[in-house]
């Protein structure tokens, strides 16, 4: 596809069961993004993909989250044992440059994670 | 960690009218100061992207001011409409910590008809 795919676009889950949310990113480009967002909130910053560079995990909020891309492509965003304050819209972008040479960062429409 | 300071919250203004939004940051190596667009259950799209070489930019109804000494940037919306009414987003990259891209915490327009 043209752009940022997201997958699922929606998920319920229990609290205290795991979930995998998924990224296709735009073919190329280098830099990866996932941000979560929080109803009627800002954009929070969770983790950073460059190339083939150590990722950038600052905003992860805890070790119940991780994330990985295989092959500088594909993304996947791990929550384990949800809890409801995870309930939220995780949103993934990916961009043709990254680091100081920064330019547009495509969206995709967003994961819609409700634990209950 | 630094910041993207973002404001008003919340705007509404009247159609026709010029709604201002302002963004304020600390890292002075950014040289990319995009504004996003955000429409209800859609990710944000790039609306209009300044580089700190000029001081304005201007694109359809939509400007950007970048005041470097102030370190700030501002989008201006002329001739607002109702289609408008969005939640906007600046962004500035940062190197601390690593490279990354940060978002201020949104503003909520609403452009009444």
């Known amino acids: 596809g043209a752009g940022v795919s997201q997958s699922p676009s929606n998920k319920v889950t229990e609290k205290g069961k795991d979930v995998e949310l998924r990224c296709d990113p735009i073919s190329g480009h280098t830099a990866l993004y996932w941000y979560r967002q929080s109803l009627g909130q800002g954009l929070e910053f969770l983790i950073y993909f460059q190339g083939n560079s150590a990722p950038d995990k600052s905003g992860l909020p805890s070790d119940r989250f991780s994330a990985e891309r295989t092959g500088g492509s594909v993304s996947t965003l791990t929550i384990q044992r949800t809890q409801q304050e995870d309930s939220a819209v995780y949103l993934c972008?990916?961009?043709?440059?990254?680091?100081?040479?920064?330019?547009?960062?495509?969206f995709g429409q967003g994961t819609r994670l409700t634990v209950v | 960690q630094q910041q993207v300071k973002q404001s008003p919250q919340s705007l509404i203004v009247q159609k026709g009218g010029i709604p201002i939004i302002n963004c304020a940051y600390e890292?002075?190596?950014?040289?990319?100061f995009p504004w996003y667009q955000q429409f209800p259950g859609k990710g944000p799209a790039l609306l209009i992207a300044?580089?700190?070489?000029?001081s304005e930019k201007k694109e359809g109804r939509f400007t950007i001011s970048f005041n470097k000494s102030a370190k700030q940037f501002s989008l201006h919306i002329m001739d607002s409409q109702p289609g408008d009414s969005a939640t906007y987003f600046c962004?500035?990259?940062?190197?601390?910590?690593?490279?990354?891209?940060?978002f201020g915490a949104g503003t909520r327009l609403f452009v009444k008809a």
């Open positions: 962004a500035a990259p940062t190197n601390t910590g690593g490279f990354k891209t940060i």
């Open positions: 890292n002075t190596a950014f040289d990319y």
């Open positions: 972008a990916s961009s043709l440059l990254g680091g100081a040479r920064n330019t547009e960062a495509f």
């Open positions: 300044i580089r700190p070489d000029v």
